[in-house]
C-alpha cells in the first residue's frame, strides 16, 4: 500500500488486505474527500491506510476526526506510518511527534 504516503514495511500488504484487517471510513470536506483505514492495536488506534482526493487541507480535518475515532474507541493514541516530510510536518503542528524509525538497505 502507497496512498497518502503510507507504506507497508513489508511491502506485501495491499489496499484490499488493509482494509479487511479494520473499519473503512470516507471523509468529505468540500470538494475534498478522502478515505481511511484504522484498526485498534491494544491502547493505539492505528491508521493503516489513507488516500484522498485533493488532499490539500484535508490534513487538518481528518486527524481530530481519527483522534475522535480513538477517544469513542477508548485509545489513548492514535498513530500512523508516513514517508511524506509535508504530512510529517502537518501532523507535528496538531501535537503528533515522531516515535519511530524504518530502516532500510538496498542489497
Known amino acids: ?3 497518502a504516503g503510507l507504506a507497508s514495511p513489508d511491502g506485501l500488504a495491499t489496499p484490499e488486505s488493509i482494509a479487511k484487517n479494520g473499519e473503512c ?5 468540500g470538494a475534498q474527500s478522502g478515505v481511511f483505514v484504522v484498526e485498534k492495536n491494544g ?3 492505528w491508521v493503516s491506510g489513507a488516500a484522498a ?3 490539500a487541507g484535508l490534513v487538518g480535518v481528518g486527524l481530530p476526526v481519527i483522534e475522535e475515532i480513538g477517544r469513542q474507541s477508548r485509545c489513548e493514541c ?6 511524506r516530510r509535508g ?13 519511530g524509525f524504518i530502516m532500510e538497505k538496498s542489497i
Do not use: D, I, P, W
Open 1 to 3: 500500500m502507497n496512498a
Open 25 to 29: 471510513f470516507e471523509l468529505t470536506h
Open 43 to 45: 491502547a493505539r488506534l
Open 53 to 55: 482526493v485533493a488532499s
Open 78 to 83: 492514535v498513530g500512523f506510518q508516513t514517508g
Open 87 to 99: 504530512l510529517a510536518r502537518l501532523a507535528r503542528k496538531q501535537g503528533y511527534r515522531v516515535v
